[in-house]
């Protein structure tokens, strides 16, 4: 309703939401929880990558057979967790990191969204260009002086 999302600045949430009820956190229960969120999910993947505090990348290649459709998998973690540790948890599967940290961010929250393979053009086409990770308040307002506000206006610019 105010803008508020995850990572956001605290000042620029007060000012967005003055009436706001704010609390102040602790790095380590946030740490706490970030160590017990891995032991959870450790023993499934072959590979994992702790990109933050609170984001994992997990490599699922070859385990088709093992666990089946990703989507349910995805669906069974997630349950883990928040049965576990009463924590809600995003998913995001890709092809790539970023497919699945895009992914990730727009199943906000508790949600699981699943690009398949070849069909990442399509999913990201009508997408804000600030979705890219990296592209924040300058970088969006370069682009939109460009004429770029969705990722597919960049997509269609030739290669050269």
Known sequence: EYGLHSAMPIKQAY???????YLHGYHKEY??????????????????EQASIDE????????????????????????????????????????????AKICSDYAKPK????????MEKEFLAP???EVIPGVGKVMRKELHSKGFYIIDDIAKLPKD
């Open 127 to 129: 997408l804000p260009v």
């Open 31 to 48: 740490s706490r929880f970030s160590k017990a969120v891995k032991h959870i999910i450790e023993p499934f993947t072959p590979r994992i």
């Open 111 to 118: 949600g699981v969204t699943y690009v398949l393979s070849g």
């Open 15 to 21: 000012r967005l939401c003055p009436n706001g009820i």
């Open 56 to 99: 994992f990348y997990m490599d699922f290649t070859g385990t088709q057979r093992i666990y089946g459709s990703m989507f349910a998998f995805a669906k069974k973690l997630q349950l883990l967790v928040e049965d576990k540790l009463s924590l809600p948890c995003s998913i995001g599967i890709g092809s790539n990191k970023t497919i």
